[in-house]
């Protein structure tokens, strides 16, 4: 067995911790892109010039479509890569949490069922449901 159900529940009160602390976040990705301008007598149109900018672009989808936003560099963009990153932290450890979960789940013993209480898991059928069941496997 790998750790003892208090050390996955101690990782697991780490991770909840570590929740709490996740300030503003928002979904989506930044990307950054360099273009050629379409002048023919421009630099950007050698094959070794990598192109104008950077240019950068925030995209998430909102509502089943995605919206993006050109962006400048400045305190805007430093702002949205800070909230991307904590969303992106905060996907990381609830997965984490998760895993840890299951682990717990996993390492606790189970419970035996008194038959008392075991007669309450058992479905019971509708007495119509009975006697037509009796008349098919009879005839």
Not at 26 to 49: D, F, L, M, Q, V
């Amino acid at each position: 067995m790998g750790s003892s159900i208090e050390e996955l529940e101690r990782r697991r009160g780490a991770l909840f911790e570590a929740l709490g602390q996740v300030g503003d976040m928002r979904r989506g990705s930044i990307s950054e892109a360099y273009r050629c301008c379409g002048k023919p007598t421009c630099a950007c149109t050698a094959a070794e010039h990598p192109g104008h900018g950077p240019f950068y672009a925030f995209t998430r989808k909102e509502a089943g479509k995605t919206k993006t936003v050109q962006l400048r560099d400045g305190p805007r963009l430093a702002k949205l890569e800070r909230e991307v990153e904590a969303y992106h932290h905060f996907q990381a450890t609830c997965e984490k949490l998760v895993d840890v979960n299951e682990a717990i789940c996993e390492a606790r013993p189970v419970e035996a069922i008194e038959p008392a209480a075991r007669r309450g898991l058992k479905k019971k059928l509708p007495r119509s449901s009975k006697r037509r069941w009796r008349r098919r496997s009879s005839g």
